[in-house]
């Protein structure tokens, strides 16, 4: 791992953290060999695409470090590194790892197979918030937490592509000649210009769609099979049984993490307390069981989970006991 304490240095030197004597050795190994100012030079590369892509985002560093630990652990255990170009890649990717450890970013540099000129970065959001990323070509992009998407140093002659593990809701600019491509464990979405929520959590086995505005292309890897889909549409893909459902969605339940508004039209309680406990990760027990098929009709906008909790209760004439924080239970009531 000696490449990775120079790399170490090369962040030191970009973010101004650098001592006179780190500067020193640093440069001592640049002048050693043309391929350490190769790798310099990508390293550099890397670090300017990624602030670029930043907006808004701060790492979490204690995740990150675990995360990128283990890539590193893997990579060891399952890349033999050969002569030539291959070996100087993969060192570039294990070494560029522990560069983001030691300066505490929550990054990795890698290259996929036939894409050597392309440097990409995944950005990981570890925080209970959605994170806005803006892409070169002007494309928006909310990441909900616990995902991760991996972005390109620069976008193709003729796709943008990008890869996402997790959810998020993407605003893509407009490039007829240039599609927007999304591709996930199981799925490919492509579209040139529109607006549509993805999540493709890894250990979840659905993959879900919903298109807000424009057209979106959805493909089935395993199959080839393709739908497009229109504004509200949405999409939803089981790879355990390899099932496809197609219909028609309001936005809102899909959209709430990032939207943050919640909209039901007499549904029976049993299905809005647990579409509350997930948008603000809380446990709400109805202690009479008798009451999850009252129907209520019901909107909320930005409301604080305390706020909602009390709606509910006073909807349908129940007491709030608070257990603990983000905990509660919603006793006696009724329909009437």
Same mark, same amino acid.
């Given at each position: 791992?000696?490449?990775?304490?120079?790399?170490?240095?090369?962040?030191?030197?970009?973010?101004?953290?650098?001592?006179?004597?780190?500067?020193?050795?640093?440069?001592?190994?640049?002048?050693?060999?043309?391929?350490?100012?190769?790798?310099?030079?990508?390293?550099?590369?890397?670090? *300017?695409?990624?602030?670029?892509? =930043?907006? $808004?985002?701060?790492? @979490? !560093?204690? #995740?990150?470090?675990? +995360?990128?630990?283990?890539?590193?652990?893997?990579?060891?255990?399952?890349?033999?590194?050969?002569?030539?170009?291959?070996?100087?890649?993969?060192?570039?990717?294990?070494?560029?790892?522990?560069?983001?450890?030691?300066?505490?970013?929550?990054?990795?540099?890698?290259?996929?197979?036939?894409?050597?000129?392309?440097?990409?970065?995944?950005?990981?959001?570890?925080?209970?918030?959605?994170?806005?990323?803006?892409?070169?070509?002007?494309?928006?992009?909310?990441?909900?937490?616990?995902?991760?998407?991996?972005?390109?140093?620069?976008?193709?002659?003729? *796709?943008?592509?990008?890869?996402? =593990?997790? $959810?998020?809701?993407? @605003? !893509?600019? #407009?490039?007829?000649? +240039?599609?927007?491509?999304?591709?996930?464990?199981?799925?490919?979405?492509?579209?040139?210009?529109?607006?549509?929520?993805?999540?493709?959590?890894?250990?979840?086995?659905?993959?879900?769609?919903?298109?807000?505005?424009?057209?979106?292309?959805?493909?089935?890897?395993?199959?080839?099979?393709?739908?497009?889909?229109?504004?509200?549409?949405?999409?939803?893909?089981?790879?355990?049984?390899?099932?496809?459902?197609?219909?028609?969605?309001?936005?809102?339940?899909?959209?709430?993490?990032?939207?943050?508004?919640?909209?039901?039209?007499?549904?029976?309680?049993?299905?809005?307390?647990?579409?509350?406990? $997930?948008?603000?990760?809380?446990?709400?027990?109805?202690?009479?069981?008798?009451?999850?098929?009252?129907?209520?009709?019901?909107?909320?906008?930005?409301?604080?989970?305390?706020?909602?909790?009390?709606?509910?209760?006073?909807?349908?004439?129940?007491?709030?006991?608070?257990?603990?924080?983000?905990?509660?239970?919603?006793?006696?009531?009724?329909?009437?």
């Amino acid at each position: 791992m000696e490449q990775a304490k120079y790399i170490t240095l090369i962040h030191k030197k970009l973010s101004g953290q650098i001592s006179s004597t780190e500067s020193k050795h640093l440069k001592q190994w640049l002048e050693a060999s043309a391929d350490n100012r190769q790798l310099s030079n990508e390293v550099e590369q890397a670090w *300017k695409m990624s602030t670029g892509y =930043r907006e $808004e985002y701060m790492p @979490d !560093v204690e #995740k990150g470090l675990d +995360r990128l630990k283990q890539r590193i652990e893997a990579e060891q255990a399952t890349v033999r590194p050969i002569a030539g170009r291959s070996r100087r890649l993969w060192l570039i990717r294990t070494a560029g790892a522990a560069a983001a450890i030691a300066a505490l970013l929550v990054t990795a540099w890698f290259f996929y197979p036939g894409q050597s000129d392309i440097v990409w970065e995944t950005v990981a959001n570890s925080f209970n918030k959605e994170q806005k990323i803006q892409l070169p070509d002007g494309t928006i992009l909310w990441l909900n937490k616990n995902s991760e998407v991996d972005l390109p140093s620069r976008f193709s002659n003729d *796709k943008r592509e990008v890869r996402l =593990r997790g $959810e998020a809701f993407f @605003d !893509v600019a #407009k490039d007829a000649k +240039r599609p927007f491509i999304i591709n996930t464990q199981d799925t490919e979405v492509k579209v040139l210009g529109t607006s549509f929520n993805v999540r493709a959590y890894p250990e979840e086995p659905l993959t879900h769609l919903t298109v807000q505005t424009g057209s979106v292309k959805f493909t089935v890897n395993t199959t080839g099979e393709n739908w497009v889909l229109a504004p509200k549409d949405s999409y939803q893909y089981d790879r355990e049984d390899n099932t496809i459902v197609k219909g028609k969605d309001d936005g809102f339940q899909s959209l709430a993490w990032h939207t943050q508004q919640l909209a039901f039209e007499d549904e029976p309680v049993q299905k809005i307390l647990p579409a509350i406990e $997930e948008l603000y990760e809380a446990s709400i027990q109805l202690d009479n069981p008798l009451l999850a098929n009252c129907g209520l009709t019901v909107t909320f906008d930005h409301n604080s989970l305390e706020e909602v909790v009390q709606i509910i209760a006073t909807s349908l004439s129940m007491k709030v006991v608070n257990v603990s924080p983000n905990s509660f239970r919603l006793e006696g009531g009724s329909c009437e």
